[in-house]
């Protein structure tokens, strides 16, 4: 026997090879589909569509286990051959879908018997699937169950229509493997929809809850009765789907409405006698809801109901716990009584609501009745407590007022009720005696500025008067002499016909506050000196001179130094000094550099924390060997140091000196007088200081910005003029080395030439003249498309581009430069993605300038992305909107990157990300900023994404417009 050939045996194994891979993609896809999605609609319709495609059959169809019938229920089919007739099909589609498999028959048995997987050669064999097996011309059928967790969820079945199949191996394996991924995405489905339903049941239950949460706070709140029922009323309707809800209060035997709607307001709403309200009285007596509808309603209850726009009516009795009344024959119960009912209207409906709606109206009608036995309650206590009035008014005036000083006068200016904090702050107490006018007299008070308050003047007094307080401020000095600023607020004290019968006053420490407040005023008039002061210089040492001097008065300070940064020595240099003399300046310089110009392992991040522009006081601990010098002087170090800076950019520092020198205790004497206490520098002068500082470092820049500006508009004219020559120079440069690179070019290949056909040439020799000219030919193409480039540069710059525009469609010319990379670039996985698009991918351009830009974009991404990886072309169209309609055309690879701080610039001239510099790439940093330029030429535009991070490469986006 014959062997097969080489060739054929490799042709076999490619086929097998491409099979395996299609259908490892088909399994990828499907499982990816059926994981992105939770509809079970969309999961199966993908699942008998890929099915068929996978396992290369006609047909597939997917039948869903109903437990609570032990069904198995047709679910979804698809069918790949038209080979049966429309109308046939059309027959057995509305047969299928009224089909059905019970869970236990022999077939079903035998397949979850036999782990998941059966294969009946004719299923016409079987009885119990016979009828099934004719309706839709089923022969030979794999059946495969769909079990998630040892529990069936269903069953999926593949089959050629009405012919006989041999599945093999490979089918039963894929058919296996995809009955195993569906299984789990249908749960999945089903265990969401469970959830969500669960979820929209709560949700439900939750906005119940509130509803019911919220009318029983509107009942203790201590509203109205009428506003409750009117919020019980929103509620109802709202919860119970309804037009619109009324409540009626039971009166006498009488239905009054809790609050006439608007539509009725002013007109007269006759009362309605119960006896004559069947219906309600029925509900009474059931001690439940009742649901009415229009046609079933007494004369007299449509006419009530009718005026009241009602019609199909949900009827819920309010009830209260009690005994029956004397009288009261209508009410036929022992254990509750009704004080009103709730009226919910259905318009469009006659289907009365779930037991679910009528527990919740029957819950917020239990409120309702609660509110108004509550007021009704109500209303008998304030007629027992009457009396308490009074009372109840005066804490509830000393309740709202400010909880801190209280005091409470009677109309003749007596205490009447005060706190603690009320003696503190003025000196009365409950215990007092004397009238105000009497203790004011004795107890004088001033205003914020010192001015001394008579008597009539003072907050009490007035609102004694009748004049309403709100905010006062004065001075109140205590027996010890300190003083505190106070302020006041008053509210009239009302008995029950609204007549005012004293005050309520309340007293806040506001020292503090008062303190602050000038304070800031204090910083503000200094800022503002210090602007009028540097207006109009523009020497920077000037300014600083000022700046400088206004901070020493504002600061109570005799010394200080202004210091500039020099950013590449990371150093200070003086610039100049106030209050120092000549031999004292330099000694103190050196000491304050101990910590400007701290070591390694000293003070480490300092010129940092100073870029933040906060202040530092410097002490004795910073200042190493200077506690005391030889002479037994002490030297108190003390040193309010701030950064100059601007836009967090050090330019400066200003130091303010309070160092003081006193001789050390062991030399002084009996007679020595002590050192006066160091003034130490608070918060306030820090804050101070520091937006002074930045004030000057304002400055500073703005006059630097001005000379820049000067200097700027001084070298514009060189800087046009040398932009000219210089690509004066590049043309010329270019068109020069042309002719040398092609001559250069021609000799190498005619060397070439004339060695491949002298066969004198030794074979080492041979091969070393090959490899050089090798070299030559390629160092001259590269050096041509340098001179090329730099002619193209210098054409854009001068205006000299011109397009030959036609009509193209960019998704071919974009497949074509993949198609043609794909076979070149072996280490990358060039895909072209093009998006679904309402129009064609065409546009208005130069064909050759559009594929000079994709060569360049797709060389940089091979070149930028030395490891392999993939690079994704995608064309899509985003939504015009208000803007003329675009396509959008995105290069991405998963190379170097892009750093951030080099993206701004990447499409300039001769720009390179400095991410490459130290690479084997080559490049001068014209590519982009050709593709750029080209781009805007076409009216297009492009940007850059990136990360920055090597391994997740860059995203190149390209902008054109779209022809309409």
Not at 77 to 100: I, P
Not at 115 to 136: M, R, Y
Not at 223 to 248: F, M, N, Q, T, W
Not at 875 to 895: F, N, R, S, W
């Amino acid at each position: 026997m014959r062997s097969k050939s080489p060739a054929s045996t490799n042709s076999q194994e490619h086929t097998r090879l491409l099979k395996a891979l299609r259908e490892s993609e088909l399994l990828r896809e499907l499982s990816e589909l059926l994981a992105s999605s939770l509809d079970t609609t969309r999961i199966l319709q993908v699942l008998v569509k890929r099915a068929t495609e996978v396992c290369e059959l006609s047909r597939c169809a997917v039948w869903l286990l109903d437990e609570a019938q032990s069904k198995f229920q047709p679910s979804a089919y698809h069918m790949s051959t038209q080979n049966l007739k429309s109308k046939v099909l059309q027959v057995a589609d509305r047969m299928w879908h009224h089909s059905s498999i019970a869970f236990h028959n022999p077939v079903i048995e035998r397949l979850l018997a036999q782990n998941g997987l059966l294969i009946v050669d004719d299923l016409s064999t079987e009885s119990s699937l016979q009828p099934l097996a004719e309706k839709f011309f089923v022969r030979s059928v794999l059946l495969v169950a769909l079990i998630r967790e040892n529990r069936p969820v269903g069953m999926m079945c593949l089959d050629n229509p009405g012919a006989t199949t041999k599945f093999t191996m490979d089918q039963q394996q894929l058919a296996r493997a995809i009955g195993q991924q569906a299984a789990v995405a249908i749960d999945n489905a089903r265990l969401y929809q469970e959830a969500q339903s669960e979820r929209n049941r709560a949700e439900r239950l939750i906005e119940r809850a509130q509803s019911i949460y919220q009318v029983a706070m509107a009942v203790n709140s201590g509203e109205e009765l009428p506003r409750v029922l009117e919020i019980a009323s929103e509620h109802l309707a709202h919860g119970l789907h309804s037009e619109h809800a009324i409540i009626a209060l039971l009166e006498k035997n009488q239905l009054k409405l809790s609050a006439p709607s608007r539509r009725l307001r002013g007109v007269q709403v006759p009362d309605a006698n119960l006896a004559s309200f069947v219906h309600c009285g029925n509900a009474i007596k059931n001690q439940a809801p009742q649901f009415v509808q229009c046609e079933q309603l007494s004369t007299a209850e449509r006419d009530w109901f009718q005026y009241h726009q009602l019609e199909n009516v949900l009827i819920i009795p309010l009830l209260v716990g009690g005994t029956q009344q004397p009288g009261k024959e209508w009410i036929p119960f022992t254990e509750k009584r009704c004080v009103g009912f709730a009226f919910v209207n259905y318009h469009s409906t006659s289907k009365p609501p779930s037991s679910g709606y009528v527990a919740f109206a029957q819950d917020i009608a239990a409120h309702c009745a609660l509110a108004i036995e509550k007021a009704h309650n109500l209303t008998e206590a304030r007629r027992a407590e009457a009396l308490a009035n009074e009372r109840a008014n005066t804490l509830d005036a000393v309740f709202n007022a400010m909880s801190e000083g209280l005091v409470v006068f009677d109309a003749s200016g007596k205490v009447v009720l005060s706190n603690d904090n009320a003696t503190r702050f003025i000196g009365l107490s409950r215990q007092t005696k004397k009238q105000l006018a009497t203790y004011l007299e004795q107890h004088p008070a001033y205003t914020l500025s010192g001015r001394p308050l008579d008597s009539e003047q003072f907050p009490l007094t007035r609102a004694l008067h009748g004049e309403r307080v709100r905010g006062e401020r004065y001075l109140h000095k205590s027996h010890d002499g300190s003083e505190h600023a106070i302020e006041v607020n008053i509210e009239p004290l009302l008995d029950n016909d609204k007549n005012k019968i004293g005050i309520v006053s309340a007293f806040r420490d506001i020292t503090e506050q008062v303190r602050a407040e000038r304070r800031i005023r204090l910083a503000l008039e200094t800022m503002l000196h210090a602007a009028e002061a540097v207006s109009g210089i523009t020497d920077i040492k000037e300014i600083l001179y000022r700046v400088l001097a206004m901070t020493l008065t504002a600061l109570n300070s005799e010394r200080g130094v202004v210091q500039m940064y020099h950013e590449q020595q990371q150093s200070f240099s003086p610039l100049l000094s106030i209050g120092f003399n000549q031999d004292e300046l330099g000694p103190w310089l050196e000491e304050q550099n101990q910590w400007l110009t701290p070591a390694n392992t000293q003070y480490a991040g300092l010129h940092e924390q100073m870029r933040e522009g906060h202040a530092t006081l410097v002490s004795r601990d910073q200042v190493i060997d200077s506690n005391e010098d030889s002479g037994g002087i002490i030297m108190h170090t003390l040193v309010l140091a701030t950064p100059i800076t601007h836009n967090k950019q050090l330019l400066g520092i200003m130091l303010l000196d309070r160092s003081t020198r006193h001789k050390s205790p062991v030399d002084q004497g009996p007679q020595t007088t002590r050192p006066l206490p160091i003034l130490e520098f608070n918060a306030w002068d820090m804050a101070v200081i520091e937006g002074i500082a930045q004030f000057a470092g304002m400055a500073i820049e703005q006059t630097r910005w001005q000379q820049e500006a000067e200097i700027a508009r001084t070298n514009e004219a060189s800087m046009r003029e040398s932009n000219a020559l210089k690509d004066e120079f590049l043309a010329i440069t270019a068109h020069e080395f042309r002719t040398p690179l092609t001559v250069v070019l021609a000799h190498s290949q005619m060397m070439s030439r004339i060695l491949n056909r002298t066969a004198e040439v030794a074979p080492e020799l041979k091969e070393r003249l090959d490899e050089s000219i090798f070299y030559i030919e390629e160092q001259a193409r590269q050096l041509t498309n340098i001179v090329n480039t730099f002619l193209e540069v210098t054409h854009i710059n001068r205006g000299q581009i011109e397009l030959n525009a036609e009509d193209l469609d960019i998704a071919e010319i974009t497949a074509a430069m993949v198609a043609k990379y794909s076979m070149t670039a072996t280490n990358h996985q060039i895909n072209c993605i093009i998006q679904p698009a309402p129009a064609p991918y065409r546009l208005r351009g130069d064909r050759a300038r559009l594929q000079q830009i994709f060569v360049n974009l797709l060389q940089n991404a091979i070149k930028y992305s030395p490891l392999g990886g993939p690079i994704t072309i995608t064309l899509a169209q985003p939504p015009a909107g208000h803007d003329a309609p675009t396509i959008e055309i995105v290069i991405a690879d998963k190379g170097i990157g892009v750093p951030l701080d080099a993206q701004d610039h990447l499409f300039e001239r001769f720009y390179r990300a400095h991410n490459i510099g130290n690479s084997q790439t080559s490049g001068i940093g014209l590519g982009l900023y050709i593709v750029a330029e080209f781009l805007r030429l076409h009216g297009g535009s492009i940007s850059v994404q990136s990360s920055g991070i090597p391994g997740e490469g860059s995203r190149f986006i390209i902008t054109l417009p779209l022809l309409v």
